[in-house]
């Protein structure tokens, strides 16, 4: 019952900027920390941005200085701006959330379709 939406993915030329949205949905008691994973053609998925609930956050190496992750409690939404971004970049992106359900005891993970996000001049 619970469903991460995720929007802003697309083309963009180098140096660009794009800013990615995902909200999580449904029958939601808490959620722990949000963020976002990528992987690119022929590399394994890794870890770009997230945040814990206190607000303390992680950054890839590659990406600090360029992204920032934001979260709008209210919404249940973690956002990621990306600027000036590199060919490397390229990959889909996927949203991740550790959540409590109401009436559910546990966390447990919950992912995102994952977008598009494609940088080439």
């Known amino acids: ?41 022929a ?17 890839a190496d590659s990406v600090k200085g360029r992204f920032t992750i934001s979260r709008d409690n209210a919404k249940n939404t973690v956002y990621l701006q990306m600027n000036s971004l590199k060919p490397e970049d390229t990959a889909v992106y996927y949203c991740n959330a550790d959540l409590r359900r109401r009436g559910i005891s546990y966390y447990s993970q919950y992912w995102g379709q994952g977008t598009q996000v494609t940088v080439s001049s």
């Open 43 to 59: 590399k394994q998925r890794e870890l770009v941005a997230d945040m814990i609930s206190g607000g303390s956050t992680n950054y």
């Open 1 to 41: 019952q619970v469903q991460l939406v995720e929007s802003g993915g697309g083309l963009v030329q180098p140096g660009g900027s794009l800013r990615l949205s995902c909200a999580a949905s449904g029958n939601i008691f808490s959620i722990n920390r949000m963020g976002w994973y990528r992987q690119a053609p």
